[in-house]
């Protein structure tokens, strides 16, 4: 396989490439694309294809298929939630070359006069639209990139449900092209279907409680049981398993899941595998991630330690439940990769002794957290202790 030029084209279509990269897409002997990029191009006589469905699967024998120099087309800037960025990754940097246009966020940054360095860019392209509930806070701003002509109703539902119908949402079609359109409206008074290819510029507003991307959301934000971890002692686990971008995060014995949610929504691309043996807890913390913006949170509906497998090793593990259970510290302890956070609550003596004895066996920390909260006393007030939690945090160091 040679190298696959990527060739980002814009609403103006074809006219809007300059010559060199005209001469670039003339040159090739095989033109890839969307049944949309192809018909831009002007007659020619070499191998026209648009991409097998599904893409990703297909993708490289579909390329090893075609001979010659190769040339596909994408959006606007084919690494702005484009082709560019799967082919990378299917076929490796070194066989891509991008050549990019204007990208569908810089004219929509363009025509709402906001800076790149103001709003907050999410694709839900070929993604659940509720991924755009995790940037929900008052005065900020979004720029989403829209699946198709019904994902500002179904963003517009969304906000009205969270508490945040009175954001201003600016719908920008057909960027870039003589059809360019654009209206806005509240998502309450949004009531239409807009073109196929938008942009949705949003000006959050709403009453709702803030959500911070700190951890320690208020318990009253996750559905549960009362098997949850409780806000203050979320916040101090959470600020031990140290959420990074781009890194796996174990909650075993996940309950509401509200460790792993908070995980998440530390960052867009944080990831989190939520373990929980019932079924209908498994379900409220699949409900959870999704009403909270982090759609994506796996669920594995199991017992540990035998549910304790994925594809990637965990960054971090956090057990709030089952530590007792034979077995279950020592496969997370496996799993844990080098230099990774482990964090494990106790609050009955059973579970304290086992913890007291791997904190003399691996050092780490080992703290006690007591919590209480003002509560009436008759006509007066007076403190209410929470449960004292026992808390072991270690850090992975094999070498």
Sequence with gaps: MGIVTVVGIGADGWAGLDAATQAIV???????????????????????E????????????????????????????????????TLIKV??????????????????????????????????????????????????RLLVLSGDGSTPG????????????????????????????????????????????????IECAGDAEARGWTGGLPDEAFDNDGQITKRDIRASALARLAPQPGQLLWDVGAGAASIAIEWMRAHPSCRATAIEAREDRAKRGADNAARLGVPT?????????????????????????????????EACWSALRERGRLV??????????????????????????????????????GWKPARAITQLSLVKRTT
Excluded at 37 to 48: C, N, S, T
Excluded at 302 to 325: C, K, M, N, R, S
Excluded at 350 to 372: A, D, K, N, P, Q
């Design 154 to 201: 179904k963003v517009a539902k969304l906000f009205i449900n969270a508490g945040y119908g009175a954001s201003t949402l600016t719908v920008l079609s057909d960027l870039g092209s003589p059809d360019e359109q654009r209206e806005a409206s509240t998502a309450t008074a949004w009531n239409k279907e807009a073109k196929a290819l938008n942009v949705i510029a």
């Design 50 to 85: 648009a991409w097998p469905s599904p893409l990703r699967s297909q993708l490289r024998a579909f390329l090893e298929s075609l001979n010659g120099r190769v040339v596909a087309l994408a959006s606007g800037d084919p690494l702005v939630s484009g082709v560019g960025t």
């Design 344 to 381: 494990v609550h106790g609050v009955t003596l059973e579970t304290e002794s086992v913890l007291v004895r791997w904190y003399g066996e691996h050092g780490g920390e080992l703290t006690r957290l007591h919590v209480e909260h003002a509560a009436p006393i008759g006509s007066f007030t």
């Design 26 to 48: 003339n040159a090739a002997d095989a033109v890839v694309g969307g049944e949309r990029h192809l018909a831009m191009l002007p007659p020619g006589d070499q191998r026209r």
């Design 297 to 329: 949170l796996r669920i594995v509906n199991g017992h540990a330690p035998e549910a304790l497998v994925g594809p990637d090793p965990p960054h971090a593990i956090f057990i709030g439940g089952g530590a007792t259970e034979p077995g279950v510290l």
């Design 91 to 140: 076929i490796g940097a070194e066989n891509v070359e991008i050549i990019p246009a204007i990208s569908s966020v810089a004219l929509a940054g363009a025509r709402m006069k906001w800076s790149a360095e103001s709003v907050e860019v999410i694709s839900l392209v070929g993604r659940d639209p509720h991924h755009v509930l995790r940037g929900l806070a008052t005065g900020h």
